[in-house]
């Protein structure tokens, strides 16, 4: 792909500047010399039209005499700015006087425009270089009339030398503004671009510097009403990069988090299991009593690791649900709760252990049945292991504030307030030693968490030292659309 070179602002707002400043000036220039050569023509032409009424009682006098003299004095004695050339024409485009001319041609003037303009219309104007005069010239022709009838043409000619130097000045003058005009031009333009291009030349450098994690430059103040949109969109993006960021961060430190929990909860048993089956190995193992029981450990710490996967599977599903829609049915909640006592009975019966239940069972919520179990599960799971042997474990059910809630309540030690805030991250333990000895993965509250999130709910736990611990889990019941 081929690279273009990029132009700088500059040479995008300039061009329009000069083009604009340039049209301006020739519209200007042109309508200026255009008015100006109509008022002079137009005042040319006045004057010498009251110069040819002034001498045309003269003419009839000097035609009888032939003798023109009294004219070309009085044309003399006239204050004009030039020369003037008085030419006398008969009707037939003879040329009977010419002042400019002391020898007569035998020239035809019927074809004229001037002279051509008076035979037809009574009068004619024409302008057109001068070959006696060797200067532009204006012509004003008229007829001549004595009793009623057309004697000839008068023609007064005089130089616009003067209108074209004026004109030639207006040129000039037109120039040297357009040349001001263009440096105008550059300057405005130079500070234009300057002032455009600064902020977004700051806005540049804290853009890398946000590329690079720097989310602690300042932004630059804006300097019109667009660039204080771009810089609010960069203000906006650059949060929305540093909250990212900070989520990558902290997902990143979960995850180094996740992996070292899951190795150190996976190395304990694979190693006892390798320990244990290589004694079995390699030592003459006689007594069997012995062996039983090294095979129990064996099998012991083989089905806690099936018990890790197991639950690190259910999380991972349960967290890809999360973002999808689960699927939910109107449900008997006592029901599902019904179960989850059930799947629990057989250890709560170890320990005489009783499982009371105050939940309403016309209460129908949709859910997600088998996830609500499982988590109702998990808590009734935890309450037997940490409850002492002859005691009560309650679940229960009540509306509040627009939320199923869910309790499982249990007699036992009670937990720190320290702890509370932690108990539902993965692999977060209280007694390290006293959980896995209980079987524990340090998983099951984690999907718990996370099952009550995916029905748009949240999980809460009080607990009170020596008193015990009661867990919640609060579902919405606007999932309630049936």
């Known amino acids: ?31 200026t010399t255009s008015t100006f050569k109509k008022f002079y023509i ?10 040819s009424q002034l001498i045309d009682p003269l003419i009839t006098k000097s035609l009888k005499k032939k003798n023109f003299s009294i004219i070309i004095n009085k044309l003399d004695n006239l204050k004009v700015e030039s020369p003037l050339q008085f030419t006398y024409i008969s009707p037939e485009g003879d040329l009977i006087y010419d002042s400019a001319k002391s020898e007569y041609k035998t020239d035809n003037y019927k074809n004229s425009p001037e002279v051509a303009a008076a035979l037809n219309k009574g009068s004619g104007v024409s302008i057109r270089f001068n070959s006696d005069l060797k200067v532009r010239t204006m012509y004003l022709a008229l007829l001549h ?11 007064l000619a005089v130089s616009i030398k003067s209108m074209d130097i004026v004109l030639m000045g207006l040129y000039l003058k037109i120039i040297f503004i357009g ?40 932004l630059p103040e804006a300097s019109s009403k667009e660039i204080g949109s771009l810089i609010l969109q960069t203000k906006h993006m650059s ?3 540093s909250e990212n960021i900070t989520k990558l961060e902290k997902l990143e430190k979960m995850r180094k ?6 190795s150190h909860e996976l190395k304990t048993p694979i ?33 806690r690791i099936n018990f890790i996967i197991e639950d690190l599977l259910t999380l991972s599903k349960i967290e890809q649900d999360e973002g999808a829609q689960i699927v939910l049915e109107k449900t008997d909640i006592k029901a599902v709760v019904l179960r989850a006592v059930e799947t629990c009975s057989v250890k709560a019966d170890e320990k005489n252990i009783k499982i009371n239940t105050e939940v309403d069972g016309r209460l129908k919520i949709r859910i997600n049945p088998p996830l609500i179990e499982q988590a109702v599960t998990n808590l009734l799971d935890n309450a037997v292991k940490y409850s002492p042997a002859d005691s009560d474990i309650k679940v229960s059910s009540n509306i509040k504030d627009k939320h199923l809630v869910i309790t499982v309540s249990d007699p036992g030690n009670g937990i720190e307030e320290k702890h509370l805030p932690y108990l539902f991250q993965r692999f977060y333990r209280v007694d390290q030693a006293r959980s896995r000895e209980q079987g524990g993965t340090g998983l099951g509250l984690a999907i ?15 607990s009170e030292i020596n008193k015990g611990t009661s867990f919640y889990i609060y579902l919405p019941l606007e999932q309630d659309r049936s």
Not at 257 to 262: P, Q, R, T
């Open 448 to 462: 718990v968490k996370h099952i009550a999130q995916a029905h748009g709910g949240t999980v809460d736990v009080k």
């Open 42 to 51: 137009k005042h040319t032409e006045s004057d010498l039209l009251a110069i």
């Open 257 to 262: 988090e996740f992996v070292a929990n899951v």
């Open 1 to 31: 792909m081929i690279k273009r070179n990029k132009k700088k602002l500059l040479w995008f707002i300039l061009p329009s500047y000069l083009l604009v400043s340039l049209a301006s000036l020739i519209v200007v220039a042109l309508f």
């Open 271 to 303: 190693t006892l299991i390798g320990g244990f089956s290589e004694t079995l190995l390699e030592e003459d193992v006689q007594d069997p009593d012995r062996t039983r029981k090294f095979l129990e450990i064996i099998k012991k710490h083989s089905e």
């Open 179 to 218: 040349l001001v005009f263009i440096i105008i031009s550059v300057m405005v333009s130079i500070f234009v671009s300057q002032q455009i291009t600064r902020p977004i030349k700051e806005l540049t450098i804290c853009t890398r510097q946000y590329a690079c994690g720097n989310f602690d430059m300042d």
């Open 145 to 155: 009339r004595s009793e009623n009838r057309v004697n000839g043409i008068i023609r």
């Open 239 to 241: 949060k929305r990069l």
